[in-house]
């Protein structure tokens, strides 16, 4: 009995020492494990999505992740070694970085167009293994051809990313629309997210909110992908002057990006039945200030419903805004401004749309020779606290001004 009870002991202590070295040990792996980052998050993403048979370019996978071109390239090349080592705990199951090649976009000019195979990332050993890789999934006649894509040409597995976005009602019938504009290097397909608080989004515990939606129909275009003078070709409402500035470098960009909202907004209008008051206008962003340039220039003459846009500016002729700054005279001797006009400015951002610098934007609003005093409608709501990047708060406010509306 005394040795039955001595082996049963024994065994009960061992058990008890092998469940805590288990647990000491998951707890030592999973602090010794650092969180991924938004932006190599965002780069797995794209990784995980090339299916077998297509192929990006580094810079490619850079653009595509939202990252910019100079700190981007770096970051790319490092998960991709560390995907073929299988070093890192993402690494697992395996990644396709065989499938991300080297050199300048696909089909640029202003390089010799060289054979896929050539174009294999790494030391000599990982360019053998990718090579090898390729092979087997695009053959050897592909792999000894140039890409087949034109610069900027987007492969068929990322267009769906790229697409325009038209959203029903959520609840009742169509009898309100927004045209909402992304920002620079952002898709309208963000505004299919959940965790934005976007009131036209279903999300558990906000029933209250999607009755916000009732009737509303949201479009979310996205624009054109864009070369920038620094190298990045982002989706952008217009090119820039430069990097550090709102200025318009080729105007015609700007032409294009007006004439398509302009053509969006009297669809909408047209499938109301001619009600303009049910069509408002928005955006974030690079996007805040090209909707706010429409607003200001045919909100009158269309009888637009009314503007909400976030982190954002009202764009002038001094930044290559042709006629802006005579609309906003116009504008300012109409009704159109008594309709609600709700702009969310950062004060904190130091980035992008400097407090200052937004603020200093609505003085011609609120200054006009032809205006008493500002318009009626307009609200300008103050914040800090995430600089440029106001995440959920962008569909808190929504939320609000939807609220005002059914008030």
């Not at 167009?113 to 090898?132: C, D, H, N």
Request: charged content about 25%; overall charge positive; aromatic content about 8%.
């Amino acid at each position: 009995c005394v040795r039955a009870t001595s082996f049963l002991l024994a065994a009960m202590v061992r058990k008890v020492l092998s469940v805590a070295s288990f647990a000491f040990c998951s707890r030592a792996w999973a602090t010794s494990v650092p969180a991924l980052s938004a932006k190599e998050t965002e780069v797995l993403r794209v990784l995980r999505s090339i299916p077998a048979g297509e192929v990006l370019s580094i810079e490619e996978l850079v653009e595509h992740a939202g990252l910019s071109m100079a700190r981007g390239p770096r970051l790319v090349r490092r998960m991709l070694l560390e995907g073929y080592e299988g070093s890192a705990a993402w690494s697992s199951p395996e990644l396709p970085w065989w499938r991300v090649i080297g050199g300048s976009m696909p089909g640029s000019e202003h390089k010799r167009r060289r054979a896929l195979g050539e174009l294999a990332v790494g030391e000599p050993e990982r360019a053998a293994a990718q090579r090898e890789r390729l092979l087997r999934e695009l053959g050897r006649e592909r792999l000894s051809a140039p890409p087949a894509r034109g610069a900027g040409e987007l492969p068929a597995f990322l267009a769906e990313q790229y697409r325009d976005v038209a959203i029903d009602p959520v609840v009742g019938e169509h009898s309100r629309t927004l045209v909402y504009l992304h920002g620079f290097g952002e898709v309208g397909s963000r505004y299919l997210r959940q965790g934005l608080k976007l009131p036209w989004v279903p999300e558990s515990n906000r029933r209250r909110v999607q009755r916000l939606a009732s009737g509303l129909r949201v479009v979310c275009p996205t624009a054109e992908r864009l070369m920038q003078p620094w190298g990045e070709r982002k989706p952008s409402w217009y090119t820039y002057e430069c990097k550090n500035g709102h200025s318009v470098g080729d105007r015609e960009t700007l032409n294009i990006a007006r004439c398509r909202l302009s053509s969006v907004i009297r669809e909408e209008i047209e499938r109301l039945g001619g009600d303009a008051r049910g069509v408002f206008l928005g955006g974030t962003s690079q996007g805040c200030g090209v909707a706010l340039d429409a607003y200001v220039r045919e909100g009158a003459a269309l009888g637009l419903g009314g503007f909400v846009g976030a982190a954002g500016w009202l764009p002038s002729d001094e930044e290559g805004f042709a006629g802006a700054d005579r609309a906003a005279e116009a504008f300012l001797a109409t009704r159109q401004g008594q309709r609600p006009m709700w702009l969310m400015l950062p004060t904190d951002d130091r980035t992008y749309f400097p407090w200052e610098f937004a603020e200093r934007s609505l003085q011609r609003l609120r200054r006009s020779s032809l205006s008493a005093g500002p318009p009626e409608g307009l609200v300008v709501r103050e914040i800090s606290g995430r600089g440029h990047n106001i995440g959920n708060l962008e569909g808190q406010f929504l939320e609000d001004f939807f609220s005002h509306m059914d008030a």
